[in-house]
């Protein structure tokens, strides 16, 4: 699963690298790994920073690395905060775009389909 960031509230950053954090855990027997993306300077950046979230991936992309996202069809459009992706075998198989999973319907949505393709 891969997380993309642009200029995500803090609140929603948190609550998705928890919610991750906790799914990885969960799903650990099915080896399920989750990256979260943000480039250099993202408020995103900073609430990372000081969450200890051992089971997340963090990484910042710098240089040639944005690039990436026209690949990966990531808007830059700066409407939109965060773009998540779920994959099975390989192959992308459920997108969320603007998820908020500050509030319990967001964090819903995210856990049925991360349990529905971990199975």
Same mark, same amino acid.
């Given at each position: 699963? =891969?997380?993309? +960031?642009? =200029?995500?509230?803090?609140?929603? #950053?948190?609550?998705?690298?928890?919610?991750?954090? $906790?799914?990885?855990? &969960?799903? &650990?027997?099915?080896? !399920?790994? *989750?990256?979260?993306? !943000?480039?250099?300077?993202?408020?995103?950046?900073? *609430?990372?920073?000081? +969450?200890?979230?051992?089971?997340?991936?963090? *990484?910042?992309? &710098?240089?040639? *690395?944005? $690039?990436?996202?026209?690949?990966?069809?990531?808007?830059?459009?700066?409407?939109?905060?965060?773009?998540?992706?779920?994959?099975?075998?390989?192959?992308?198989?459920? #997108? !969320?775009?603007?998820?908020?999973? #500050? &509030? $319990?319907?967001?964090?819903?949505?995210?856990?049925?389909?991360?349990?529905?393709?971990?199975?």
């Amino acid at each position: 699963m =891969q997380v993309y +960031l642009q =200029q995500e509230s803090p609140a929603n #950053t948190v609550a998705i690298a928890k919610l991750l954090d $906790e799914a990885v855990k &969960q799903h &650990q027997k099915v080896e !399920f790994k *989750a990256f979260v993306l !943000f480039k250099p300077g993202d408020p995103a950046e900073a *609430a990372l920073v000081k +969450l200890n979230v051992p089971g997340v991936g963090v *990484a910042s992309l &710098q240089g040639e *690395a944005t $690039e990436a996202l026209k690949l990966y069809k990531i808007s830059i459009d700066p409407r939109v905060k965060n773009t998540i992706i779920l994959y099975r075998k390989r192959k992308a198989a459920e #997108t !969320f775009v603007n998820l908020d999973c #500050t &509030q $319990e319907a967001g964090r819903n949505k995210l856990l049925d389909a991360i349990a529905r393709l971990s199975k």
